[in-house]
């Protein structure tokens, strides 16, 4: 099990930036997203969010798992919602919608603004994974603390989160060798149980010694930093992070973007847009 | 005799943000998101992933406060969202609904702990609570469109998770609090 952070994008014009920029373009461009339901509004966020990811310089091959996992998730998010919605999508009544055919037995109809409804889903997840993911792999480890810190947490938190992804490796190596130590004596803990009970049990001879291990390896760790005088004065950090011209800029235009979507979205121009094909289809 | 900084750190205060405080929240969180490799999906919901690691989030909020309660639950959320794929910051009042619940497990074992005199029960009784009332936050999906309405965000989202999480919280967090006590009272903690 190797989890540890993976610095890929390293040498990348995104990594060469601001490690806050990212963080804060990032929260911006979530918030832009989650207003717009408009298919052609969406379409220029994506490619945003597309050129965005692909300037981190992030091997496909590296982080497909994570894109089929995304693509998983967002799927069962899209058939659940059509699925239990029966239809009703952003305050459409059933007469407004053009159906295309009813699912068997549940009666939910496919209409074209279902169809619509599913494509927004999908491109508002994946956009906000592709801005989203650069985060973990194109933000050298070492800058994590020093860019929450600069962000205005404070630096006693700034440090707890930097302290956790070191904890990670670690953390995830003890975690191997507690299930290589528990299959030696025996124990296959994927041979899970049926129910979620059966399932939960058969993590606990994992889960336990993991966590109790830690908590009291974190004594070293404790007495260390207060050693070091952790907490008596507000923490300086040795990496100092600085603005350049176009970080400036990049951040401008996701400010930019974030104040036209919220102008659009008040004025009620970001809702559900039906493309004129799908409804054509209905006949 | 007067009180150094180091030793006005160590002090046991709820609110307090020492050292201990840090270090705990940190690996609460680190546990979190490499122990949410231990995850399965409930057929039938929507944006749920079991993760029998919740329970973490309510025994470090109930054994060592709300603030590493809320910290393992936020963040240990965020990363292993991160570390999944899906993102720091896509499913954000997911993160924070799971840190709400860390947060309120140490807020009610501390206002429970005279009416429920069992440790291991009064653990159970405030992971339980502490799971009901804290995901309530994932109704932010009908504002964020992740689900379209109520019926949507109860049906799909609070009830698969609370009704997992809650199984995962109260089986799991008595016996880490099992396990923890001796070892806390032999280091004197």
Request: glycine share 8%.
């Amino acid at each position: 099990m190797n989890i540890a952070p993976r610095y890929l994008g390293r040498g990348s014009w995104l990594s060469r930036r601001d490690p806050r920029l990212l963080l804060v373009s990032l929260a911006l461009f979530v918030f832009t997203v989650i207003q717009v339901w408009d298919l052609r509004i969406l379409a220029g966020l994506v490619i945003i969010a597309a050129l965005y990811y692909r300037s981190a310089g992030i091997p496909f091959r590296a982080v497909r798992i994570q894109w089929a996992y995304v693509l998983f998730f967002v799927s069962f998010v899209v058939i659940v919602n059509t699925l239990l919605t029966g239809g009703e999508l952003r305050g459409l009544a059933e007469d407004e919608l053009h159906i295309y055919f009813r699912l068997p037995l549940i009666g939910t109809p496919i209409s074209a603004e279902s169809v619509t409804y599913a494509i927004v889903q999908y491109l508002r997840f994946l956009s906000m994974a592709a801005v989203g993911l650069p985060i973990a792999y194109a933000i050298a480890p070492g800058d994590i603390g020093p860019a929450f810190a600069r962000l205005g947490v404070p630096y006693k938190f700034a440090y707890g989160m930097e302290l956790t992804f070191r904890f990670v490796p670690s953390l995830a190596g003890d975690l191997q060798t507690t299930i290589d130590a528990q299959r030696v004596r025996g124990y296959e803990w994927e041979k899970r149980g049926r129910t979620p009970i059966g399932k939960l049990t058969r993590t606990i001879p994992m889960v336990t010694p993991v966590t109790i291990n830690a908590i009291v390896g974190a004594e070293d760790t404790i007495d260390a930093m207060d050693l070091r005088g952790f907490g008596t004065q507000p923490r300086t950090w040795l990496r100092q992070l600085a603005f350049d011209r176009t970080d400036r800029v990049v951040l401008a235009g996701f400010v930019l973007l974030l104040a036209v979507v919220t102008v659009l979205s008040f004025t009620g121009r970001t809702e559900l847009w039906i493309p004129d094909l799908l409804v054509e289809l209905a006949g | 005799m007067s009180t150094t900084y180091m030793e006005s750190n160590r002090t046991d205060g709820t609110w307090d943000v020492t050292t201990r405080v840090i270090v705990y929240a940190a690996i609460g969180a680190a546990l979190y998101g490499v122990l949410a490799f231990f995850s399965f999906v409930i057929p039938g919901t929507a944006n749920v992933s079991v993760r029998p690691a919740f329970a973490l989030v309510t025994f470090f909020g109930f054994a060592f406060g709300p603030i590493v309660g809320f910290f393992t639950g936020f963040v240990g959320n965020a990363i292993a969202d991160q570390i999944s794929g899906w993102g720091l910051l896509t499913s954000w009042n997911w993160s924070l609904a799971n840190g709400f619940a860390g947060l309120l497990a140490g807020l009610f074992g501390v206002w429970l702990a005279r009416t429920i005199p069992n440790r291991l029960l009064l653990a159970a009784v405030a992971a339980a609570l502490a799971v009901v009332i804290g995901f309530l936050f994932v109704f932010t999906d009908i504002w964020l469109g992740t689900a379209d309405d109520v019926s949507v965000a109860f049906t799909a989202n609070y009830l698969p998770v609370i009704t997992t999480n809650l199984i995962a919280a109260v089986i799991l967090t008595p016996i880490l609090v099992a396990a923890w006590d001796p070892l806390r009272d032999s280091m004197g903690r």
